[in-house]
């Protein structure tokens, strides 16, 4: 297993990037949790309506209604992962910033409760992982 150095990396804006995306997340989260010395948290938002995604954000839950939640611009983001949750019984729109893609689209739809989709920024546009 790799050590806790061999996967992130601390770049110079203070923000602590996972090197290698595809690197499996349990072995991520072997190492990181005693070095944080505890449960490893997230910043949750629950939304009921239209929603701008901050770079703060990770985990955005869509409660109730049908709305878009638009991500942020993915330049300077590059690496930053979110996920956006349909727990409630609307239909939710995931759009890409003005001119940007998911995949090579424009937005990507959340239609049954409980979907959930996770992307990550490439500097350029967001891809679901």
Do not use: H
């Not at 109730?64 to 609307?90: D, E, M, R």
């Amino acid at each position: 297993m790799a050590s806790l150095d061999d996967i992130l990396t601390t770049q110079k804006n203070g923000v602590v990037a996972i090197n290698g995306i595809q690197r499996l997340m349990a072995d991520f989260l072997t190492l990181i949790q005693p070095a944080l010395g505890g449960a490893l948290k997230v910043k949750y938002t629950p939304i009921s309506g239209t929603y701008t995604v901050t770079a703060n954000d990770c985990v955005v839950d869509c409660t109730a209604n049908t709305f878009t939640v638009t991500l942020p611009t993915a330049i300077g983001l590059q690496g930053q992962i979110f996920t956006v949750k349909n727990s409630g019984a609307g239909v939710i729109t995931v759009a890409a910033a003005g001119g940007e893609f998911i995949d090579g689209a424009a937005s990507q739809i959340l239609s049954v409760q409980y979907q959930s989709i996770s992307l990550v920024s490439t500097n350029t546009g967001w891809r679901i992982i």
